[in-house]
């Protein structure tokens, strides 16, 4: 079992920045494809910026991401991060992390065995 924290979340205003994090207490992430998702009021969940596995070193994005957010990952400190600059009112969502055991990833949603609790972004002036 995965337990995924993330953080960062909160109220940004439009344009400005924000970082989230997820870890895996006790469990290397290296391990796993890690991908961040997110799920807007009254919409379905949707992906948004994945690793693909550690062999494929390739790196997915949304379309509505690209440009804008960027995913990172420091190993040492077992953390995965997404960097969201120029934010958007439409990027208000509860933000996910998840981790895909097989090392798949590349944002194939059923490829994702473990979620985190989610972090809310909220884009607003």
């Known amino acids: 079992q995965v337990h995924l924290v993330e953080s960062g979340g909160g109220l940004v205003q439009p344009g400005g920045s924000l970082r989230l994090s997820c870890t895996a207490p006790g469990v290397a992430l290296t391990k796993y494809a890690v991908g961040w998702f997110r799920r807007a009021p009254g919409k379905d969940r949707e992906d948004v910026s994945c690793?693909?596995?550690?062999?494929?070193?390739?790196?997915y994005y949304s379309d509505s991401a690209k440009g804008r957010f960027t995913i990172s990952r420091d190993n040492a400190k077992n953390t995965v991060y997404l960097q969201m600059d120029s934010v958007k009112p439409e990027d208000t969502a509860v933000y996910y992390c998840a981790a895909d055991p097989d090392d798949v990833g590349l944002c194939f949603i059923s490829e994702y065995d473990y979620w985190g609790q989610g972090t809310q972004v909220t884009v607003s002036s």
């Open positions: 690793f693909g596995g550690s062999r494929d070193g390739s790196i």
